[in-house]
């Protein structure tokens, strides 16, 4: 990404994800068609997408949901403030915290309170209201599974859990595809600083009180010790 918010890329061409037109490879960059005004850009192995400052969002390559291939950018959804994209989904922010998925959904990833793909976004919903959630700051998606961090600090997921990415407790084969849920056992978190905290003010401070002093916690697949986290423990700091 260019200071203009121009968008240049290179590799792997052959559905289109470089966004040049074309399902050339190239080792060398070329121009994604055209693009300005790029603020972010997320990709996967065969699809990228570029928010652009008036909260459009375009992708290219092989879209997910119904598997268009498109070889240069195409309009996807409007009023985003910020985008994720795991292996075969897309999640996008407005600025009200209001988040909304497209793509595959047979382990429930898209957390819509289905398992149907789409290809058009759709609300993601809370299991606790079965109603849309808002006041999300950060998305984290993976392969077949989907994190949010709220304004609270709590972390919700969804999707399937493999190797405990849902943090609930539960190992190989869970599926979820009610929505997002509260991480079992995960006290609202304070990414940024990398501690805990219980997300509330006792003290008067204006800041969040943190409960522990070691608490750099892991979801999922521990990569130091090769040890699947079925529930949220603590990593050293790291």
Request: charged share 20%; net charge negative; glycine share 14%.
């Amino acid at each position: 990404r260019t200071e203009a918010g121009e968008v240049w890329c290179w590799g792997y061409n052959a559905h289109g994800q470089l966004g040049d037109g074309t399902k050339t490879s190239s080792p060398l960059p070329v121009q994604a068609q055209g693009l300005s005004l790029v603020e972010q850009l997320v990709a996967t192995g065969n699809m990228s997408c570029a928010r652009k400052s008036t909260g459009t969002l375009v992708c290219w390559g092989i879209h997910p949901g119904d598997d268009e291939v498109s070889t240069a950018p195409k309009i996807r959804a409007y009023d985003v403030v910020e985008a994720a994209a795991g292996t075969d989904h897309v999640c996008v922010l407005d600025e009200a915290g209001s988040m909304r998925c497209w793509g595959a959904n047979g382990s429930g990833r898209l957390a819509d309170g289905s398992s149907q793909a789409s290809a058009a976004p759709r609300n993601a919903v809370s299991v606790l209201t079965d109603s849309p959630v808002t006041s999300v700051t950060d998305l984290f998606l993976g392969g077949e599974h989907t994190c949010v961090r709220r304004s609270t600090g709590a972390i919700y997921c969804g999707g399937q859990s493999e190797t405990g990415e849902l943090g609930g407790g539960q190992r190989v084969g869970r599926l979820d595809s009610r929505g997002l849920h509260p991480v079992v056992g995960l006290t609202p978190a304070d990414s940024e600083a990398g501690r805990c905290s219980n997300g509330f003010d006792d003290d008067g401070d204006g800041d969040t009180d943190c409960y522990d002093d070691e608490c750099s916690i892991d979801i999922g697949s521990a990569t130091g010790d090769a040890v699947a986290a079925y529930s949220p423990r603590e990593r050293n700091g790291n």
